[in-house]
Structures are given as C-alpha cells and as structure tokens.
C-alpha cells in the first residue's frame, strides 16, 4: 500500500519556514498562519503583526503582505478559498489549545502515513480554533451573484463602490464594510476580481482578445492580456 500524499488528504496545508524577507506579494485566496516556533514579523497592508507559537492571522484575498523572520520560524500554512475563512480575518483564533491542534496537524503532515481522518478535517478544526463569528446584523442581505449580473451588464461605463453600495441599498461605506465582513476583500478588489472572471469566460468561449476588452470595459485589448497574466502569475 502507498504511503498518502498528505497534499491530497488537506489540499492546501503545509509546514512551512520562514527567514528574510522575499517582498511583498498578493494571493488570490486566503492564506491562514499558525505559528509553531520562532517568531515571523508579518506585514499586511502597511500594519504590523508578531506570529509567535499558538499566534494565527488569516491574511485575505488581495492583501499585500509581506514575511520576515530575523532567527527562523516554522508555521502551520492553510492556502483556501474557503469563504468562511473570511470570518476569521482581522482577528486571532480564540481557543486557547489552537497550538496543540497545529503541532498535532504539523506532526500528521510528517509521517509517511499520514492519518487521513485528521487532514480531511484540519481546515473545519481551524476555522473551529478561531471560535464563533457573531453575524452582523444589519438587516439587508445583500445578493452577491445577483449583483455580479449587474456589474457585467454594465462593464461599457465605469463602475465604482457608490454604485454598487446603490444597488444594494446601502451606503458605500456600509457596502465596502460588508464586502469585507462577507467576503473577506475591499469592495474594488471583488469588483475588478468579477470583471476579470467574466473576461476569462469570454475569451474561453472563444472570443477574440478585442472584443472581450470591449465588452468587459478594459481600456484596451493590452490592459485586459496584462491583467490576465497577472492573474495567471499569481496563481503560478
């Protein structure tokens, strides 16, 4: 019998170290850290953050962060587009056993037979170790597919947060907060991220790089290729 591959019982899960600093980079999806051992000075968005052992900080989709570590560290890492994990940002996990749950997930990823039943469940055990997220309740829900057929139907003008807090019945203030609240991004970060899918659809379907530019309101077939291959170097 084969040994698992831990990567395919929790896609996404990793160990890993950190030392100097690489520069400052985006992800498309969530990056969750757990801090095992050492000290990693962690930089998002300009603000300052210390991941020591049993320390974790969800960094969001678009966030530009940067990692640093004078002596060494080692971090438990989860990469996810799970949207829940946008509960969790902007706040430490609460249970206070959060470092025994990483060294035990750590020490799973190291065996050569990894036990499946707990990297099938290492991301619900997290999310758990973050403790309960209290929804906000400010009443009106707001549509997110619904709104996204808005936007493409009118990528021909330009669209900014105000129109979009419109639609939705809020003010863009109350709209960008809850953009983030629900979506764990800025509200032009999922604008743009809605633009760039309905373009990638077009092109996949087969239609020419100009008329996709055209349709999805980039200012010209060049900006839209320059966008795609920022998207496809992100993911790489």
């Not at 239609?207 to 900006?223: I, K, Q």
């Amino acid at each position: 019998m084969q040994p698992h591959d831990p990567s395919s019982l929790s896609p996404g899960l990793s160990l890993r170290r950190y030392g100097g600093s690489r520069g400052s980079h985006a992800h498309d999806h969530f990056q969750v850290l757990v801090g095992l051992d050492g000290v990693l000075e962690l930089e998002v968005e300009g603000r300052g953050r210390r991941i020591g052992a049993g320390d974790g900080w969800v960094v969001k989709p678009g966030d530009s962060h940067d990692f640093e570590s004078k002596n060494g560290s080692r971090c438990l890492v989860l990469d996810t587009s799970q949207a829940l994990w946008a509960r969790c940002a902007e706040r430490s996990p609460v249970a206070p056993q959060v470092l025994s749950l990483a060294r035990y997930l750590a020490d799973c990823l190291a065996q050569p037979s990894p036990p499946a039943m707990a990297l099938h469940h290492a991301q619900g055990l997290l999310l758990e170790a973050w403790g309960p997220y209290v929804p906000n309740a400010r009443g009106r829900t707001i549509d997110w597919r619904a709104l996204s057929t808005w936007a493409q139907a009118r990528w021909h003008r330009p669209l900014g947060v105000a129109d979009l807090a419109a639609v939705a019945c809020l003010s863009p203030s109350q709209f960008a907060q809850r953009c983030r609240d629900e979506l764990g991004v800025s509200a032009m970060h999922w604008l743009r991220t809605q633009r760039l899918a309905h373009a990638r659809q077009l092109r996949a379907s087969g239609m020419a790089v100009a008329e996709t530019a055209r349709r999805t309101g980039y200012r010209s077939p060049s900006a839209l290729t320059a966008a795609l291959r920022r998207a496809a170097s992100r993911h790489g």
